[in-house]
């Protein structure tokens, strides 16, 4: 038995050096950060059904990564090189926007997780586009929102946009431009889900 563990250690040491699992690891990853929270230690209560669940929201195949989407032409797009997201855009988006609405409006806002345990009003939507235009030489987010209440209420769409000029195409620099574009579209956002 001991030497079947030996046998398969060592293949295992063997194919370490000729297997690669990825690229290389940026030195950093990068985030999203609202720039309104909520108050630590705030408290709240919310009536039955007045609560709001952000749902991530549904995006194309090129979103589906944590790489950053480059736009380098109307039909072309490629990632940026040596830049990675902590997730990927949908997830950090959502909970940019529940942050943002929570703050800003003081509606209850709960974890898409915690939906069950007090349904209420679902904001749910597609993000087209979390990219940098180098055309533009600016970052573009366009978000089509769809929000339900409930109680028999029509559904409410809109699409928001946002854009933020950016100094350089450095990871870094991109990142910045995006989450200033991310935080922007999120109080229009709030203030539209607070009508």
């Known amino acids: 038995m001991k030497r079947g563990l030996i046998?398969?250690?060592?293949?295992?040491?063997a194919l370490g050096g000729c297997v690669s699992f990825g690229g290389k690891v940026p030195e950093s990853l990068l985030t999203l950060s609202?720039?309104?929270?909520?108050?630590?230690g705030s408290d709240g209560t919310a009536a039955k059904g007045a609560?709001?669940?952000?749902?991530?929201?549904?995006t194309p195949q090129m979103l589906v990564t944590d790489r950053v989407v480059v736009r380098t032409s109307d039909t072309a797009i490629a990632y940026l090189a040596d830049?990675?997201?902590?997730?990927?855009?949908?997830?950090?988006?959502?909970?940019?926007?529940?942050?943002?609405?929570?703050?800003?409006?003081?509606?209850?806002v709960l974890d898409r997780r915690q939906f069950g345990l007090a349904p209420g009003a679902r904001?749910?939507?597609?993000?087209?586009?979390?990219?940098?235009?180098?055309?533009?030489?600016?970052?573009?987010?366009?978000?089509d929102a769809a929000l339900t209440q409930g109680d028999g209420q029509p559904m409410r769409t809109r699409?928001?946009?946002?854009?933020?000029?950016?100094?350089?195409?450095?990871?870094?620099?991109?990142a910045r431009a995006l989450n200033e574009a991310a935080n922007r579209l999120a109080v229009e956002v709030a203030d539209w889900v607070g009508k």
């Open 159 to 174: 699409r928001f946009e946002a854009e933020s000029p950016t100094a350089s195409e450095k990871p870094e620099a991109v």
């Open 123 to 143: 904001l749910t939507g597609r993000l087209n586009a979390f990219e940098l235009n180098t055309s533009k030489h600016s970052v573009v987010i366009s978000y």
């Open 83 to 108: 830049a990675r997201w902590s997730d990927v855009p949908a997830r950090l988006f959502s909970d940019l926007l529940s942050e943002v609405i929570a703050a800003r409006t003081g509606r209850s």
């Open 34 to 40: 609202a720039d309104m929270e909520r108050p630590v």
């Open 51 to 58: 609560t709001l669940v952000v749902v991530p929201p549904a």
């Open 7 to 13: 046998l398969i250690a060592a293949s295992g040491l």
